[in-house]
């Protein structure tokens, strides 16, 4: 039910780890006035430019704590003197730990009511209105057929009796508040989510809906956020639709939640989320990630770098990396306050983010290595020399971090603390660390390109697997706490998960001598004599864009389905060993076609149907694809010098200014249209971009 009696068997020391929805439920009570969230208003709400940089008024106001449910900051609330509270301006929309709570236990008894019967609130789909009679019935035979894919011995734990599949909710949301409650709500009442990113093509969204066999999407009407009314999800969707407002949430629910604690069902929840990933396949995958998993990292955290109530974090990730996930977690579960900016306004300018970390005093910051890159410039104006005393961490995860980044890094920020994280959507996001104060003194030893991503974290092995048993360098084997369960299709069971000793060159076939499931992640990296781990590279052709990984196998398989495309190969190279660039090779149906008009063309066909992480940054037109002598593509000679040198250069050459230079000149032009008034800047953007249109 809501909660154990003092005689109940699990103690309150048990169950502070038991479960997120126990951890939240105890951090939102002891805090229950302190502020949980703060949605930025829209820049059209806020005072000009100030000549800082910075798009907000100077003397911001500080949270007064009420009975309301939740606060607009407006023009008429008196200043508070206090400094306690982080700073609240005007338009911005405040919500109490004890607001997040009440809306969490109103939609999770909601969703419990939905799921177990049929519910007014309920907008059924198109496709699915007129079977609403046997609705139930309908869903339960058709999730029978589409059973998770996992490596036998889970398997066989999912076929016991002391463990259950949960049903899957899919969240079609931006970050934001409403995603945040959203997401504890389906915790709480012992189901799964999967997050449906508003930013990808609806193609890709009714895929993965359809892929996951979701039995409900759970929507809310706009508010903060400008995004897409989900109407499109009910006309074309295979599922029930809820949408609701905020409002609604809030004033739903007056009686205590009567719910069993996801932690004290008998049987235990196999997963709790689904988050798809781009697929070596050619085709997205549905990871199974668990609670244990997401559990375990924050705990982590916690016991080596922990969060303090008070301190102030930003929520600015998309929903479709695993990295959003602690980014909320760790404030919702340590009392922090998050800050969350306007949806569209950091995706159209990531330079604004500068604004955010200084105008709020963000405490901490989740990112991935090239995003500090692009803001770098911007982070050296004299101006915004306070974010180097706010700042107390940088968590860099998703890629490789490069020294030069770092060197850059630690000049400007010196008192802040810099993590180097290691993982993958498959291993609960993280799975090595390394603390960049270390690297000094690794550094008098050992000549390194990139920082090294350090050692397992709390309750995670991880083994280097090269070709024999004394070899430093081999490929990166992830298990512990922190692995998923495999992937959600009926696909046979994936290469990816094996079941192996500690020892891996032990050939015992006990079962008791100490096996366990390791991930095979397909990076190699090399151990180094204190035990810390160095990236090396990929084995396959799943990179890291932008900390987004992309299997190249999946844009080939998406342009191939191109009318004016017989066949087609994408490539990935870098510049400087620090920048990754795709280039896409097509084999057109006729050769009569105009170049400028196909690329154009499969642009705008990827553009609908893949994120923008995922679309080459040029287009190579060839007669034939080179192949080696086993029939396949002959990738290695695609990339090849020499290749290049007679295939290339001469499209590119006539590419060149129909489509790089537009870009650069319209990004050009929207820095100069009000955003970034800076010359110094603009000339280092021009510099930035000389590479890339060189290369182009």
């Not at 109103?106 to 009511?113: D, Q, T």
């Not at 301190?311 to 919702?332: P, R, V």
């Not at 397992?456 to 430093?472: A, Y």
């Not at 290469?495 to 190699?524: A, H, P």
Request: with cysteine.
């Amino acid at each position: 039910m809501s909660g154990c009696s003092s005689g109940d068997v699990c103690s309150q020391e048990q169950r502070r780890r038991c479960c997120i929805s126990h951890v939240f439920f105890n951090s939102a009570t002891l805090n229950s006035d302190e502020i949980a969230a703060i949605h930025v208003a829209p820049s059209r709400g806020r005072s000009g430019d100030g000549g800082d940089g910075v798009f907000w008024s100077k003397n911001p106001r500080k949270f007064i704590r009420s009975g309301q449910v939740h606060r607009t900051a407006d023009s008429s609330s008196s200043g508070s003197s206090s400094c306690c509270g982080p700073p609240v301006y005007e338009g911005d929309e405040c919500f109490t730990f004890g607001d997040v709570l009440k809306a969490v236990d109103s939609l999770a008894s909601l969703l419990r009511s939905i799921l177990d019967a049929d519910d007014p609130y309920l907008i059924l789909s198109q496709s699915s209105f007129s079977v609403k009679s046997n609705y139930s019935k309908q869903r339960t035979s058709s999730r029978s057929k589409s059973a998770v894919s996992f490596i036998p011995s889970v398997k066989q734990l999912a076929e016991s009796d002391n463990v259950y599949k949960p049903k899957i909710l899919g969240l079609y949301m931006p970050p934001s508040v409403e995603y945040i409650v959203s997401v504890l709500s389906v915790l709480r009442c012992g189901e799964a989510f999967l997050p449906l990113d508003p930013l990808w093509p609806k193609d890709r969204i009714l895929s993965v809906v359809s892929s996951a066999n979701v039995d409900l999407i759970v929507t809310f009407e706009p508010s903060f956020y400008d995004v897409e009314k989900s109407g499109w999800l009910v006309e074309f969707g295979s599922c029930p639709v809820l949408s609701l407002s905020m409002k609604e949430i809030m004033e739903g629910c007056s009686s205590p939640l009567q719910l069993y604690w996801p932690c004290e069902k008998e049987q235990k929840r196999l997963f709790c989320y689904v988050l798809y990933t781009s697929g070596s396949t050619g085709e997205p995958k549905g990871v199974c990630g668990t609670e244990q998993g997401l559990l375990n990292r924050f705990m982590w955290m916690q016991e080596l770098y922990p969060m303090h109530e008070g301190e102030i974090l930003l929520f600015k990730t998309s929903i479709s990396f695993i990295d959003h996930l602690q980014e909320f977690l760790g404030a919702m579960l340590g009392a922090c306050t998050l800050v969350i900016p306007p949806f569209n306004e950091l995706r159209k300018d990531p330079f604004s983010i500068v604004n955010f970390l200084q105008a709020y005093s963000i405490n901490r910051l989740i990112a991935v290595p090239s995003l500090m890159r692009v803001i770098l410039p911007t982070l050296k104006i004299q101006s915004n020399i306070g974010i180097g005393c706010s700042l107390k961490f940088l968590v860099l995860s998703g890629e490789d971090f490069p020294l030069s980044l770092w060197d850059e890094l630690s000049s400007l920020l010196p008192r802040t603390s810099i993590l180097n994280l290691y993982g993958s959507t498959e291993v609960s996001g993280d799975c090595t660390y390394f603390d960049c104060k270390m690297l000094p003194t690794i550094l008098d030893t050992e000549a390194l390109t990139s920082v090294p991503i350090g050692v397992p974290i709390s309750n995670c092995d991880v083994l280097l697997v090269g070709e024999n048993d004394t070899s430093k360098t081999g490929e990166i084997y992830v298990g512990g706490l922190c692995v998923s369960i495999g992937y959600i299709e009926a696909s046979p069971t994936p290469l990816d998960y094996i079941k192996m000793c500690k020892n891996y060159s032990c050939n015992c076939c006990e079962d008791d001598c100490g096996s366990q499931v390791y991930y095979r992640t397909g990076d190699f990296a090399r151990r180094l004599p204190g035990g810390d781990l160095v990236f090396l590279g990929r084995k396959d052709r799943t990179i890291k864009v932008h900390g987004q990984r992309v299997a190249l196998e999946e844009i080939e398989n998406i342009i191939r389905a191109h009318p004016d495309v017989i066949d087609a190969a994408v490539i990935s190279h870098e510049d400087s060993g620090e920048l990754s660039f795709l280039t896409a090779f097509l084999v057109l149906r006729h050769n009569n076609l105009s170049g400028n008009l196909v690329r154009s063309s499969v642009r705008s066909w990827l553009s609908s149907k893949v994120p923008l992480a995922m679309i080459p940054n040029r287009f190579v037109l060839i007669e034939s694809l080179p192949m080696s002598s086993s029939g396949k593509v002959d990738y290695a000679f695609l990339a090849s010098s020499t290749f290049f040198t007679l295939h290339v250069q001469d499209d590119i050459d006539g590419a060149k200014h129909s489509d790089n230079l537009e870009m650069i000149k319209k990004v050009y032009y929207y820095l100069l249209k009000g955003h970034f008034v800076h010359f110094v800047c603009l000339n280092i953007f021009i510099i930035l971009l000389a590479p890339i249109y060189s290369n182009t």
